[in-house]
Structures are given as structure tokens and as C-alpha cells.
């Protein structure tokens, strides 16, 4: 099915997908390692490759990434706490 979707894909959505699938934790910007390949492949996959994009979405929606689960938002909303960095993953 994802090969049919990727070949009938706008060109940039094919393009952005393909290149999540090939990233590897702690190679994407500024995104800790330890939250692990798949979440960062779902991450990298929407366009999400620093902790200031993190910042801005929710628990809720970062935990409906496929790939992304409950270990992957503590460990960004501990780096981003630990960071000072204001952010929406609370709750």
C-alpha cells in the first residue's frame, strides 16, 4: 500500500516520506537519541527535525505518530524541560 501511495504521491510528500524512512536516532537535527529510530523516523518523516518544532505540538499529537510512544514524548518533554525551553507536551 505504501509503495502505491509514494507512487502516486505530489512529488514533495513522496520526497519528505522517503527521506524519513532513512534516518537513524540522534541524526536528525537537534532530537535526543534516546527516543529511538521509530520516533524519530515519524518525526523526520513529517517534516519534524528539531526540539523547537517539538515544542510546539501537543503529547496528544505527538503520541498519534505512528512510532511515537509514550517513552518518546517523556523523553522529549524531559530534554525540552531540561532545556528551558517552553513547550505544549503536558497532559
Not at 529511538?36 to 505518530?65: F, S
Request: aromatic share 2%; net charge positive; charged share 20%.
Amino acid at each position: 500500500m505504501r509503495r502505491a501511495w509514494l507512487a502516486r504521491a505530489p512529488m514533495r510528500l513522496a520526497t519528505r516520506a522517503e527521506a524519513g524512512d532513512a534516518v537513524a536516532a540522534g541524526e536528525v537535527g537537534d532530537l535526543p537519541r534516546a527516543i529511538g529510530g521509530p520516533a524519530t523516523r515519524a518525526l523526520a518523516g513529517v517534516g519534524i527535525t528539531t526540539l523547537a518544532q517539538v515544542a510546539g505540538l501537543t503529547g496528544a499529537e505527538l503520541r498519534a505518530m505512528h512510532g511515537v510512544g509514550p517513552k518518546a514524548v517523556r523523553v522529549l518533554t524531559e530534554t525540552l524541560d531540561a532545556s528551558g525551553r517552553p513547550h505544549r507536551l503536558a497532559g
